[in-house]
């Protein structure tokens, strides 16, 4: 019996087939979910039930945050997932400057709240 991954694979190939105005090959859909066209048949034939978490975010990208659904996971939020899809055509120098700029941000301590009104 399929998973409900593999299912939805073939499920998403077939529509994006259909999108696309015809038959594509299987490299093609790999090309344009940004994985390569091994995993994308490992997928397809079931021998991976579970994508890695960067395969997970890509493919939400591409396809909509069905795909963490089957897996009951909370789709992450929107502008994180762009970080994250975004984060690879960075340069390592930008990189580095967003951990910084975040850690920054986290070791602030929080704004103190508005004093009551003084007598």
Do not use: C
């Amino acid at each position: 019996m399929k998973s409900k991954f593999t299912t939805f694979i073939e499920r998403k190939y077939l529509e994006w087939q259909l999108k696309t105005g015809g038959r594509q090959s299987i490299q093609a859909f790999a090309t344009y979910l940004g994985v390569s066209q091994p995993l994308l048949s490992t997928w397809l034939n079931g021998s991976t039930k579970t994508p890695s978490p960067t395969s997970l975010y890509k493919l939400a990208q591409k396809l909509g945050n069905e795909v963490f659904e089957l897996f009951d996971i909370v789709p992450p939020d929107p502008l994180l997932n762009y970080i994250i899809t975004s984060w690879d055509r960075l340069s390592q120098e930008n990189q580095h400057a967003i951990r910084e700029k975040v850690e920054l941000y986290l070791s602030e301590k929080p704004k103190a709240s508005h004093e009551t009104d003084q007598a």
